[in-house]
Structures are given as structure tokens and as C-alpha cells.
């Protein structure tokens, strides 16, 4: 079963706009991750955030975790077309597993 | 550096038939790991290993589904009597070390599908 749901599932925002991606997820966790995946590629990891952090930030990257709210977000700042891809979170909370959600789906169009 | 590698890229097989898939991890990497990631859908743990022996298979979806990992490096996920609902991308990944702070890296994955 999918741990975590992310929001919204499709995303469609002009190169330069800010992308902002949701995640909630059920349990505790140790760590929450982001994944990128892009049509026909494997996965790719963008950043990984503690439970004890509550924000991150890597390049155009910012993340935040909230896990009163078992939420996180991930916010693309002056996207470009190369972010076109699916975005998912990952949460783990066995010592290994990485358990998905089902991703958003982001088009930067041109 | 190379980064995990898995084979074949697509099967196509038959019901019934029997397959088996392969993942080379990142060299020095102890922690192997197998996801199925079916359309539409964030990958599915399947079974993880660390060193030769498998830590925890409890994402297997039944008794066809095999994994070994021999001489704690490549890997092979096998399927026996495969249904259509096998159908899916599997994925490897690997991890330096045991325990969810280690970036798990991915391979491209396998495309399979059951006729």
C-alpha cells in the first residue's frame, strides 16, 4: 500500500514560474525523501530531510517537513523545461524501505 | 562512476512462462533493494538485502517471487509462472550502508511484460 500521497497529481506551470509539490504520509517516520523521475528514466534523488529537520534547501530546491501535520513540500523555484518530469515523495520508517506515493506529474512548458 | 545497472532494459514473455531479471549495484554497495512500480504508481518495496542474505522479502506478493543475491553483489529477482499482472517496471536500487539515511540510487529498470 502507497505510504505517502502527493498533491497536486498533475501540475502544468511556465519555465521560470515557481513549482510547489505536496506530500502527506500516515506514520512516523525516520526520513522523508524526493525522487524525480522522468519519462522513461529511473529515479532520481533530490534531497532527503530528517524528522528533526523542518526545512532543507539543495540548488533550486526548498523542502519543508511538518510532522505534527505528517506533511512535506517541495518548491521549485525558476523552473525550466528539464523539470518536466514526476516528482515523488518517499518516506521510511522500517531502517531501509522507501515507501512512494503515487507522484505529481509536472509539464514546464516553454 | 558507474551507476546501477540492470538487464534486460524490456522482456516480453509469456503466461506461464519463467523469467528472471538482473541488477548490478554500485560497487561497495551492501544494500540491495527490489520496487515494482506499475503504471500510474510510486514504486512498490519488494525485498531487501544486505550482504547475501535477505534482511526482509515481506514485499514479495507471493511464492513466485524469488530474489537471491549469491556473493552479496548482483542480484536476480525470478519469476516463476508469470501472470499478466506481473506486468510492472521493476526497479533495483543499492545503498553504502544499511539503514534509511543512505541514498538508495536507482537503476533504469525493467520493463516487463506478460502477454
Known amino acids: 500500500s502507497q505510504q505517502g500521497e502527493e498533491d497536486p497529481q498533475a501540475l502544468s506551470i511556465q519555465e521560470g514560474e515557481n513549482a510547489t509539490m505536496n506530500c502527506s504520509y500516515k506514520?512516523?517516520?525516520?526520513?522523508l525523501q524526493w525522487y524525480r523521475q522522468n519519462s522513461g528514466r529511473g529515479l532520481v534523488h533530490l534531497i532527503l530531510?530528517?524528522?528533526?529537520?523542518r526545512e532543507k534547501h539543495s540548488g533550486r530546491l526548498r523542502v519543508t517537513l511538518d510532522t505534527s501535520k505528517k506533511s512535506s513540500s517541495l518548491l521549485i523555484t525558476a523552473s525550466r523545461a528539464a523539470d518536466t518530469a514526476s516528482y515523488f515523495c518517499?518516506?521510511?520508517?522500517?531502517?531501509?524501505?522507501?515507501?512512494f506515493g503515487k507522484g505529481t506529474s509536472l509539464l514546464v512548458t516553454p | 562512476g558507474a551507476g546501477v545497472s540492470q538487464t534486460p532494459s524490456n522482456k516480453v514473455t509469456e503466461k506461464g512462462k519463467y523469467v528472471e531479471l538482473r541488477c548490478d549495484p554500485i560497487?561497495?554497495?551492501?544494500?540491495l533493494y527490489w520496487y515494482r512500480q506499475s503504471l500510474g504508481q510510486g514504486p512498490e518495496f519488494l525485498i531487501y538485502?544486505?550482504?547475501?542474505?535477505?534482511?526482509?522479502d515481506s514485499g514479495l506478493p507471493n511464492d513466485r517471487f524469488f530474489a537471491v543475491r549469491p556473493e552479496g553483489s548482483v542480484s536476480t529477482l525470478k519469476i516463476q509462472r508469470t501472470e499478466r499482472g506481473d506486468s510492472a517496471v521493476y526497479l533495483c536500487?543499492?545503498?553504502?550502508?544499511?539503514?534509511?539515511?543512505?541514498?538508495?540510487?536507482f537503476g533504469p529498470g525493467t520493463r516487463l511484460t506478460v502477454l
Open positions: 518517499a518516506t521510511e520508517f522500517s531502517g531501509y524501505a522507501l515507501n
Open positions: 538485502f544486505q550482504g547475501t542474505g535477505a534482511a526482509d
Open positions: 560497487s561497495g554497495h551492501t544494500a
Open positions: 530531510i530528517r524528522s528533526n529537520e
Open positions: 506514520t512516523s517516520i525516520n526520513n
Open positions: 536500487a543499492s545503498s553504502l550502508g544499511s539503514g534509511g539515511q543512505d541514498t538508495q540510487y
